[in-house]
């Protein structure tokens, strides 16, 4: 496991709970290592990611998009034959190119699981933070890769107790773009825009809250994700800017039946996709 | 209580717990109204608002903003000697004038509780739900006025364990334009544009979720408030429109550092916030 933060630190310690005899850790947070051994979640930290990368039958990089294409290359070296590789970046076009050109493309799957915390560390990790949630698992496109993205479902589905989805990295980024990414950059120009309006101090009701909950997410990390998926993204930002200059046009109109008729189409959406 | 929704139901069902003696209740859903007289949130149910209203001493108002302005001039005539009246619209200035329009200056002050929930009808009603929450209260500026606002705060403070606090209905409508009816707005706006892209079958992360659950409130309601308050909320949407328009050149342009910098302005504001 590199990388013992919200994700990482959550996927270690649900595998030692299932009963995984070895669970080697690293992270560049040393308070993170230390609490990560203290609650059992890992059985051994390592000193460097090649260390826990050694002689693994699974390798998991649960670090930021960026960090995980340079890790590509670096645990390459120290893998046991048959070891499998996998990651879990919200954005998978690059890491699964990056792990093919790395050599990878028989031993490598990709993963996100659709599931997690704007907090982050290994304090913001919980062990059941999978179950029954949807993860997808991104092949790279070669036959003996097939078998390695079936591994990582079965991690997925037999130790996470989660939903693993087979998906190409391309469609998932494209998916993601809107169902994941588009809420960040809004819920963060929301915050940004309320916070130039200095209304920091006063009181916000739960809606508030919420709307802008992502916000609070990791800086750089979203900066990766969103660079990497940056033309999707993009037309994503489009539509949504369509869309509130549509809602500003009905009520300078003064409309009230079509802006009814607007908020509705926004509430039966809203509605359908409550589990 | 005229209206038993989740506003009005939960009012009553606190007053009820509270122990105030007779909790008379009207509402046009005659669901509502059993489920509340069975779950013994009101002692009595009325015919009309008008019967409701007939020797209470504080009429409460709990339908949307459109329907509390009719409602002011029609319980009017029916009120008992030194009655106060408040609603619990989330837009202020429209109903404070309207009330000082219809001769209650002396008896009305405006009331806005920040709770609630997108759900709707006495369903989603529950006694504690306004427990801790500020509620804004509007005086009406006449100087009796105070007085009627003075007993508004007081029911709020003491009978629904709430945090009143004393706020003029223009700066309240100026201030939730961008603390509430700015979320909502942005809530619905994505929403649209994810239906529109066809994404309601896939599945979606609880950030997802939660940054479009606004979105789900009763659309007539949403565009009573938007239309009492639209110049406000259009200057809102316009800082909004211009924030996305900032992180999408950021995006366009590559350029990480001024990326990341943005992202994180909105998490420093989001994380300030957070109770």
């Not at 310690?13 to 070895?22: D, F, K, L, S, V």
């Not at 002689?55 to 070891?83: H, Q, Y």
């Not at 390695?148 to 998906?167: K, N, S, T, Y």
């Given at each position: 496991?590199?990388g013992?933060?919200?994700?990482g630190?959550?996927?270690?310690?649900?595998?030692?709970?299932a009963?995984i005899a070895?669970?080697?850790?690293?992270?560049r947070?040393?308070?993170?290592?230390?609490?990560?051994?203290?609650?059992?979640?890992?059985t051994?930290?390592a000193e460097?990611?090649?260390?826990?990368?050694?002689?693994?039958?699974?390798?998991?990089?649960a670090v930021?998009p960026?960090?995980t294409?340079?890790?590509?290359?670096?645990v390459r070296?120290w893998?046991?034959?048959?070891?499998?590789?996998t990651?879990v970046?919200s954005?998978?076009?690059?890491?699964?190119e990056?792990?093919?050109?790395?050599?990878?493309?028989?031993?490598f799957?990709?993963?996100?699981?659709?599931a997690?915390t704007?907090?982050?560390?290994?304090?913001?990790?919980?062990?059941?933070?999978?179950?029954?949630a949807?993860?997808?698992?991104?092949?790279?496109?070669?036959?003996?890769?097939?078998?390695?993205?079936?591994?990582?479902?079965?991690?997925?589905?037999?130790?996470m107790?989660?939903q693993p989805v087979?998906i190409?990295a391309?469609?998932?980024?494209e998916?993601?773009?809107?169902?994941?990414?588009?809420?960040?950059?809004?819920a963060s120009?929301?915050?940004?825009?309320?916070a130039?309006?200095?209304?920091?101090?006063?009181?916000?009701?739960?809606?508030?809250r919420?709307?802008?909950r992502?916000?609070?997410?990791?800086?750089?990390?979203?900066a990766?994700i969103?660079?990497?998926?940056?033309?999707a993204?993009?037309?994503?930002i489009a539509?949504?800017?369509?869309?509130?200059?549509r809602?500003?046009?009905l009520?300078?109109?003064?409309?009230?039946t079509?802006?009814?008729?607007y908020?509705?189409?926004g509430?039966?959406?809203?509605?359908?996709?409550d589990?």
């Amino acid at each position: 496991m590199i990388g013992l933060g919200a994700i990482g630190g959550s996927v270690a310690w649900r595998a030692t709970q299932a009963g995984i005899a070895r669970v080697v850790g690293w992270t560049r947070e040393r308070a993170d290592g230390i609490e990560a051994l203290k609650r059992e979640a890992v059985t051994d930290l390592a000193e460097s990611p090649e260390r826990a990368a050694r002689g693994a039958a699974l390798v998991l990089l649960a670090v930021p998009p960026g960090a995980t294409l340079d890790l590509l290359g670096r645990v390459r070296p120290w893998l046991a034959p048959g070891a499998i590789v996998t990651d879990v970046a919200s954005v998978k076009r690059e890491v699964v190119e990056r792990a093919c050109r790395e050599g990878l493309a028989e031993r490598f799957a990709g993963g996100h699981p659709l599931a997690g915390t704007h907090a982050t560390g290994f304090a913001a990790a919980r062990p059941d933070m999978f179950a029954k949630a949807v993860v997808y698992v991104c092949p790279t496109g070669s036959p003996a890769g097939g078998q390695a993205a079936h591994g990582v479902a079965g991690f997925w589905r037999e130790v996470m107790d989660a939903q693993p989805v087979l998906i190409e990295a391309a469609t998932h980024d494209e998916l993601l773009a809107w169902t994941s990414h588009l809420p960040q950059v809004v819920a963060s120009a929301l915050a940004v825009a309320l916070a130039e309006r200095g209304l920091r101090g006063v009181s916000y009701g739960p809606g508030g809250r919420d709307t802008t909950r992502l916000a609070a997410s990791d800086p750089a990390l979203w900066a990766d994700i969103l660079l990497q998926n940056r033309d999707a993204v993009a037309s994503a930002i489009a539509a949504m800017s369509g869309s509130l200059s549509r809602l500003a046009a009905l009520l300078e109109r003064r409309d009230a039946t079509a802006l009814a008729a607007y908020l509705e189409q926004g509430a039966n959406f809203r509605r359908g996709i409550d589990r």
